[in-house]
Nanobody, 123 residues
Framework: QVQLVESGGGLVQAGGSLRLSCAASGRTFKNYDMAWFRQAPEKEREFVAAIIWSGGTYYADSVKGRFTISRDNAKNTVYLQMNSLKPEDTAVYYC?????????????????WGQGTQVTVSS
């Protein structure tokens, strides 16, 4: 079983930055693909970014060039650096873990989820 705990959300003005963190339990974190998803009110959950166990990354087009996903295996933590934030980035952001590396975008590939952290970007 893996537990994920997100932190770092908050209120920021458009153009600002935030860094989200997701701390994971378990000794096999380094073998997991990790991802961030988000869900805005009355909208479906959407993929934001992922980092596979070997360090490769991929992003949604809407955040490419503004967000950076990274991981620190020594700390069992994955990060999402968010720059040039826009009001449309407002959502609850969720961290997710995939223990068998399915290169997922839909969310169904991820077996473990955090509780989410709210990000609000004011205009």
């Amino acid at each position: 079983q893996v537990q994920l705990v997100e932190s770092g959300g908050g209120l920021v003005q458009a153009g600002g930055s935030l860094r989200l963190s997701c701390a994971a339990s378990g000794r096999t974190f380094k073998n997991y693909d990790m991802a961030w998803f988000r869900q805005a009110p009355e909208k479906e959950r959407e993929f934001v970014a992922a980092i596979i166990w070997s360090g490769g990354t991929y992003y949604a087009d809407s955040v490419k060039g503004r967000f950076t996903i990274s991981r620190d295996n020594a700390k069992n933590t994955v990060y999402l650096q968010m720059n040039s934030l826009k009001p449309e980035d407002t959502a609850v952001y969720y961290c997710a873990a995939d223990p068998i590396s399915r290169y997922g975008y839909t969310g169904y590939e991820y077996d473990y989820w955090g509780q989410g952290t709210q990000v609000t970007v004011s205009s």
